[in-house]
């Protein structure tokens, strides 16, 4: 009997308390909070943290012990971003943001600033986290107090929170837990955003932050540290100041999860198939939970983190992650997550406002503009941009000494598929023109930066953007895919001024970050001005936008030290002024640049829209094959055709 009574005892000693704790995270965002098109102005069931918040309140009622935070690039993306701010306003006589409003009417524990949280400038991003009832981190982003000691400069927004919950274990208790968040994020904002923050912060390197201030966490007394990153991943070693690093964190002693975003993928999932150290069945990397949850309020991440009590405090022991999507096919048919009915009356007002704001007419035109081909030559959405920057720029310094110059104006497509999907691509019909299609043209809210350039700094700038075409193997006979799709759209930059051909069977001349890979290789070809070859001397004037003048991209030659203008609005606004200016627009393109042809027997494929289809007599290279991965259609590429005047 005593034996018996031992034994009980010692096992009632040695069993273990556990508490199953859950952490739900969105990220990227960017303004997508109602389930709406602006651009197409018709409702989208696939976006919108309103169809995300039924999954969030499913979640807490399966599990109470949870927390909610949000990873970055929050305020900025839909034209409701832009009439928060530039319409309504922002600040202390102004109501709450939209987006703080939704995340405090959800409860939202902790979130992390991710770079285009900076776009409209500190000002604005100070007045609209303002309204946040919840601790808004930034680890990273260091304020210039000017004392010339950057050791002593406080962070712009606190690194880290220790908040002190009170969870229920496996038995039903009460048990208090320290959960320690910790936000960093990519420090190339110092680059994109050079113009409004230069002089006033600075960025460290992401996992030297943590390395710094995980220890410093734990010595507090956190039990759970959980990264917020707004970062991405990474196939390659570390080297230190990456902008996508997040699966690194998984190293640092002490954390035991990363939540990651910026890169608009969802892991774990098929886009990172191959990363090294990652079991993407149990979403770990290291053996650490990591989720990123796609963009737009795709998905929500979901991690699952099961701790023990370890003396005084507690440890995780096990963790999950998977990213739930909003809608997914079940059973044969596709199962939709309904609008939240809270959410939509808290952001009624703010909807109509975006909708009364992006209805309004600024011109016609009188052809459809569509993109749905523009990786194959110039179209005439690239076109009418660059010539409202070009337009702006020349008024803007006329009688000054650049005046003399000649203006060459740069514009990229940036709705062209690729990642976000083959309903990403713009397409104004003729007619009418309001701002949404103004916004759907040119997404973001840019400001014009003009540089000064010789005509060999172009050269580079046109080989650069050229890795957004794919280096064709003229002697492979499997199909080949005319559109590189690890460069994204806004990278590929048309320069209009001059005309080029872009001889795809060479190789890169520059790697992903600028630098030099192939000195012999050349993809421009016969690149002219005025009708004859351009002097590589010869000084420009390019009109660009601030994130490429300022060194997004890594374009050789654009640091921000050949910026010689900067303008204080948008490439928008420049845009609703010349069409209002012209009234009636008439669509064309002066066909910039072509591919040059191929040899004959090459297998080249491009993948667009469906709707393409109806415009092929355009491009008379292509021919439909069929349908392509993830609801694109595949179009097959003449080799010899290619490159004809479009």
């Known amino acids: 009997m005593a034996g018996a009574l031992f034994l009980s005892m010692a096992g009632a000693a040695t069993a273990q308390e556990k508490i199953d704790l859950q952490v739900l995270a969105t990220t990227d965002l960017h303004m997508y909070l109602e389930d709406y098109d602006y651009y197409a102005d018709k409702p989208d069931a696939g976006v919108g943290l309103i169809r995300v918040t039924p999954l969030i309140r499913a979640a807490r009622a399966a599990n109470p012990n949870t927390l909610l935070l949000d990873n970055g690039d929050l305020i900025q993306g839909t034209p409701m971003g832009d009439w928060v701010v530039r319409e309504r306003g922002v600040g202390k006589d102004k ?16 979130a992390v600033l991710g770079n285009h949280e900076f776009n409209f400038g500190l000002d604005v991003l100070h007045n609209v986290y303002a309204g946040a009832k919840f601790p808004v981190l930034a ?74 201030y995980v220890p410093r966490m734990k010595k507090e007394g956190a039990d759970v540290i959980i990264v917020l990153s707004h970062s991405g991943l990474s196939f390659f070693p570390r080297e230190g100041g990456e902008e996508n690093i997040s699966n690194a964190l998984t190293e640092v002693p002490g954390v035991d999860a ?3 975003g910026h890169s608009h993928r969802v892991f774990p999932g098929k886009d990172y198939e191959g990363l090294p150290k990652a079991d993407l069945a149990k979403g770990t990397v290291n053996g650490k939970p990591l989720v990123m949850s796609g963009s737009y309020g795709s998905h929500l991440g979901m991690i699952q983190l099961k701790l023990e009590k370890k003396g005084k405090g507690w440890q995780v022991v096990e963790g999950t992650a998977m990213a739930k999507p909003i809608q997914e096919r079940q059973d044969g048919r596709m199962v939709v997550a309904e609008p939240d009915a809270e959410v939509g009356t808290l952001l009624a007002p703010s909807h109509q406002g975006t909708l009364d704001y992006v209805r309004r007419p600024v011109g016609k035109v009188t052809a459809r503009i569509h993109s749905y081909f523009s990786f194959l030559g110039d179209s005439a959405g690239v076109e009418l941009v660059a010539e409202a920057q070009r337009a702006y720029v020349a008024r803007a310094l006329a009688g000054t000494e650049l005046a003399s110059l000649p203006i060459l104006s740069a514009a990229a497509p940036f709705k062209s598929g690729g990642r976000p999907g083959p309903a990403f691509y713009t397409d104004i019909a003729a007619g009418s023109v309001a701002i949404r299609n103004v916004a759907d043209l040119y997404v973001y809210p840019n400001q014009l930066a003009v540089v000064k350039l010789t005509g060999a700094q172009v050269r580079d700038w046109l080989e650069m953007s050229s890795r957004a075409l794919s280096v064709i193997d003229p002697n492979k006979k499997e199909p080949q895919s005319l559109v590189n799709t690890r460069v994204p759209a806004y990278s590929f930059d048309i320069i209009d001024g001059v005309t080029y051909s872009i001889d795809l069977t060479q190789p890169e001349r520059f790697d992903r970050d600028g630098k030099p890979a192939n000195d012999k290789a050349h993809r421009i070809k016969d690149l002219m001005f005025q009708g004859k070859p351009i002097d590589d001397k010869q000084e420009f004037l390019v009109v660009t936008n601030n994130y490429r003048a300022n060194g997004g991209g890594s374009v050789p030659g654009l640091d921000g030290s050949t910026v010689v203008y900067q303008s204080p609005d948008t490439v928008q606004s420049a845009i609703i002024e010349y069409i209002r200016a012209k009234g009636v627009v008439e669509p064309s393109t002066d066909n910039s640049f072509r591919i040059a042809p191929m040899p004959a027997g090459v297998n080249v494929y491009f993948d667009s829209s469906p709707l393409a289809q109806e415009l092929l007599s355009e491009q008379p290279a292509l021919s439909y094959e069929g349908p392509a991965p993830d609801g694109f259609a595949r179009y097959r590429v003449d080799p010899l055709k290619i490159g004809g005047v479009q």
């Open 258 to 260: 990363v939540i990651t």
């Open 95 to 110: 109501p709450t943001h939209p987006a703080m409003a939704t995340m405090n009417l959800l409860g939202y524990d902790a």
């Open 139 to 212: 680890g990273n982003v260091f304020k210039v107090d000017g004392d010339k000691d950057p050791a002593n400069d406080p962070t712009l927004y606190p690194a880290y929170v220790i908040q002190e919950r009170t969870l229920v274990d496996d038995k039903g208790a009460k048990q208090k837990v320290k959960v320690g968040i910790l936000g960093l994020l990519t420090p190339q904002i110092m680059t994109w955003d050079k113009d409004k923050l230069e002089g006033r912060v600075t960025t460290r390197d992401i996992i030297d932050m943590a390395n710094v």
